[in-house]
C-alpha cells in the first residue's frame, strides 16, 4: 500500500498547495504571504505563528486574541498538520507501533511518538492518560461510499450506533472536490458512548479532514479543536491526530487501516465493571471500531444480495431483505441511544457501596413511525461468570430465552 516514500512526499506537497489556497481565500493575502502563516512538508515547529503552536501543542488558550478570519487560518494549520501526522502513523508498525504485552493489540510507543511529536498534554491531572491503538480490516463497501458516510454526520451515527450517539457538522469550511471530496474540511461534534448507562459519555469538538492520495485511497484525519474556548473542552478526552486510511479493492470491497490516538482525564472514577475495559484502551479503541463497521457493512450488503435457493430464508425478494435490514438498523439505534440516558434523572454515579447500579431516563418520543409521547427507560449493568458467546447463544435461543421470565 502506497503511503511513504515518494507518494507520501507528493500528497504533502500538494497538501499544503490546498490549505494555503483555503486561507489567501479566508484572509485576503497572496499565497505567498500565506507560506509564513503555514507549515508545508518538513518545517520545523518553531516556523509557525504562536496560536498555532498552542494548538498543535495542545494548548486550547492563547495570549493572542483570534478573530474569525484567523480562526479560520487556524482550524485549516491544525487540520493540514493532524493529516501530516497521521499518514506517517498509517505508514507502518516500525518505529511507532508495538504489540502490547498484555493482549497483542498494536499500541503506540510513546517514548518514540513524543521525541518525533512534541507537545505539551492537554490533561495535567494525576488522573491523565493516553489511549492509541491501531487496527485493520476489509469491508464490504466500495471506498468513495465510506468516504460520503464518513462526511455525513448522520450516516456517521447510522454506521456506529454502537459507538456514536450524537453528531453533528458545525462548520463547513471547504466541501471538497465533486466527486472525490478531496480537500473537505469541516468542524464537527460527537458524541461517544459505551453501552452502558454506568460510564459517562465523551464528547468531542473536532475538525475532519478528508485527502485523496491516489485514485482509490483516502484518509479521513481527526484532532480536536479549541470550539469551545470559554469553557474549555466539553468533556474528560481530547483527540489527538487519528482516523483511517481507506484503499478500494476489486468487487465492492475496501480494505480500512484506523488509527485512534485521543488523551483522557478521569475526572470520575470509572466503576469497577468497567475499569479495565475503559483503563485499557479497548472502549473506544480501533478495534472497536474497526468491528462495528464490518457488521455494519455486512448487514448493508445483506440488504442487496438475494440468497441462493437452497439457502431458504423466510424473506427472498430484495425488498423485503432491505425493508428487514433498515428495521434491524432502526431498532439497533434507538436501543443504543436509549443507553445514553439521555435526560436521565438522577442519578449522578455515586459511591459504589451506594449504587443501585440502576439509571432512569424520561424523554418525549419523536421518531417517525414510532408512538408518539412519553418514554421512560431504566437500564443497569451486572457482571456473570460466561462468556459473551454463551450469553448470546442463550438469548438466541427461544426455549431457553423464556427462562429469564419463569
Known amino acids: 500500500m502506497k503511503v511513504l516514500g515518494d507518494d507520501y512526499i507528493y500528497m504533502i506537497v500538494v497538501q499544503h498547495g490546498n490549505v494555503s489556497s483555503l486561507l489567501a481565500r479566508y484572509i485576503g493575502k497572496p499565497k505567498s504571504q500565506i507560506a ?4 508545508g512538508a518538513g518545517s520545523s515547529q518553531s516556523a509557525l505563528p504562536a496560536f ?6 495542545g ?6 486574541e483570534r478573530n474569525p478570519d484567523m480562526e479560520k487560518v487556524l482550524m485549516a494549520e491544525t487540520a493540514a498538520g493532524a493529516m501530516e501526522e497521521l499518514i506517517t502513523l498509517l505508514g507502518g508498525n516500525e518505529p511507532f507501533w508495538i504489540k502490547s504485552p498484555s493482549d497483542g493489540r498494536f499500541i503506540l510507543d510513546q517514548t518514540t511518538y513524543d521525541k518525533i511529536y512534541p507537545r505539551a498534554a492537554h490533561f495535567t491531572s494525576c488522573n491523565a492518560r493516553v489511549e492509541s491503538s491501531k487496527d485493520s480490516a476489509t469491508v ?3 471506498g468513495m461510499d465510506l468516504v460520503d458516510m464518513f462526511l455525513d454526520p448522520n450516516k456517521w451515527v447510522d454506521l456506529f450506533p454502537t459507538i456514536v450517539t450524537e453528531a453533528r457538522t458545525i462548520q463547513v469550511l471547504q466541501a471538497g472536490t465533486e466527486g472525490n471530496r478531496h480537500g473537505s474540511l469541516q468542524m464537527m461534534y460527537e458524541q461517544m458512548h459505551i453501552l452502558s448507562p454506568m460510564v459517562p459519555t465523551r464528547e ?3 475538525l475532519r479532514l478528508c485527502q485523496q492520495l491516489e485514485p482509490g485511497q483516502w484518509v479521513i484525519a481527526d484532532v480536536s479543536y479549541d470550539y469551545l474556548k470559554e469553557s474549555g473542552s466539553p468533556s474528560c478526552a481530547w483527540r489527538l491526530p487519528s482516523g483511517c486510511l481507506i484503499q478500494d479493492m476489486a468487487d465492492g470491497f475496501s480494505k480500512v487501516i484506523w488509527v485512534e490516538h485521543v488523551e483522557v482525564d478521569d475526572r470520575i472514577q470509572t466503576h469497577r465493571l468497567y475499569r479495565d475495559l475503559i483503563c485499557g484502551g479497548s472502549a473506544y479503541g480501533a478495534e472497536r471500531w474497526i468491528a462495528s463497521l464490518h457488521r455494519i457493512c455486512e448487514r448493508l450488503a445483506f440488504s442487496t444480495t438475494v ?6 430464508g423466510v424473506v427472498a425478494s430484495p425488498e423485503g431483505r432491505k425493508s428487514i435490514a433498515n428495521l434491524a438498523q432502526r431498532m439497533m439505534k434507538i436501543f443504543c441511544a436509549s443507553l445514553a440516558m439521555s435526560g436521565k ?3 449522578r454515579q455515586l459511591s459504589e457501596g451506594n449504587n443501585s447500579g440502576v439509571r432512569v431516563a424520561i424523554r418525549k418520543n419523536e421518531e417517525q413511525g414510532q408512538p408518539i409521547g412519553t418514554v421512560v427507560s431504566a437500564a443497569t449493568s451486572f457482571w456473570l461468570p ?6 448470546f447463544d442463550f438469548f438466541k435461543d427461544e426455549k431457553s430465552r423464556t427462562q429469564v421470565y419463569e
Open 140 to 142: 464490504t463497501m466500495p
Open 307 to 312: 440468497p441462493p435457493p437452497e439457502l431458504g
Open 386 to 391: 460466561l462468556s459473551p458467546q454463551n450469553v
Open 345 to 347: 434523572l438522577d442519578f
Open 52 to 57: 498555532v503552536q498552542n494548538q498543535r501543542m
Open 204 to 206: 468531542f469538538y473536532f
Open 59 to 64: 494548548n486550547p488558550r492563547s495570549d493572542l
Open 36 to 39: 509564513l502563516l503555514s507549515s
